[in-house]
């Protein structure tokens, strides 16, 4: 025997959708009260202990807390394998906000005539610069700032 009712359209009134924290109900599925029931609420800031006071606060600072200028290095063995640089350039590394150091890394050797121009030189570099012909000029950032 057919089951008409499979086919039939259904006519009738149909239940508004919930949708959001509404469908839920009353307390939104957090329970009642609460740090986590509140808005915003979840996990706290790293270091809060409930009010009371934090360790950090509670220990004195000791020591000193000195930033040390950070310098950026350089190897040599770049400057002679890039193909941008030609023989007798002008490369000026003081431009930027930190200071660079060059340093001589590895046996190559440079043939390249270059004019540097940096914060630091190693004495290996500065060697390496000059036997090739080129000059290894030192900038004073005390001075620039």
Same mark, same amino acid.
């Given at each position: 025997?057919?089951?008409?009712?499979?086919?039939?359209?259904?006519?009738?009134? +149909?239940? %508004?959708?919930?949708?959001?924290?509404?469908? &839920?109900?009353?307390?939104?599925?957090?329970?009642?009260? !609460? *740090? #986590?029931?509140?808005?915003?609420?979840?996990?706290?800031?790293?270091?809060?202990?409930?009010?009371?006071?934090?360790?950090?606060?509670?220990?004195?600072?000791?020591?000193?807390?000195?930033? +040390?200028? %950070?310098?950026?290095?350089?190897?040599?063995? &770049?400057?002679?394998?890039?193909?941008?640089?030609?023989? !007798? *350039? #002008?490369?000026?590394?003081?431009?930027?906000?930190?200071?660079?150091?060059?340093?001589?890394?590895?046996?190559?050797?440079?043939?390249?005539?270059?004019?540097?121009?940096?914060?630091?030189?190693?004495?290996?570099?500065?060697?390496?610069?000059?036997?090739?012909?080129?000059?290894?000029?030192?900038?004073?950032?005390?001075? #620039?700032?």
């Amino acid at each position: 025997m057919l089951e008409k009712d499979k086919y039939l359209i259904k006519l009738g009134k +149909k239940k %508004k959708r919930r949708r959001g924290p509404a469908a &839920k109900g009353k307390t939104n599925g957090r329970g009642t009260k !609460g *740090q #986590k029931a509140r808005s915003g609420g979840g996990k706290p800031r790293p270091g809060f202990e409930g009010g009371q006071t934090p360790i950090f606060r509670r220990l004195p600072k000791r020591g000193f807390n000195h930033s +040390k200028e %950070k310098i950026q290095l350089l190897n040599l063995d &770049k400057l002679q394998n890039d193909i941008n640089i030609l023989d !007798g *350039q #002008k490369i000026n590394l003081s431009d930027g906000k930190k200071s660079v150091k060059v340093l001589r890394r590895g046996k190559e050797i440079l043939t390249k005539k270059l004019t540097i121009v940096a914060a630091a030189f190693s004495k290996s570099a500065r060697v390496e610069i000059e036997k090739a012909g080129g000059k290894a000029e030192i900038i004073d950032y005390a001075k #620039k700032k």
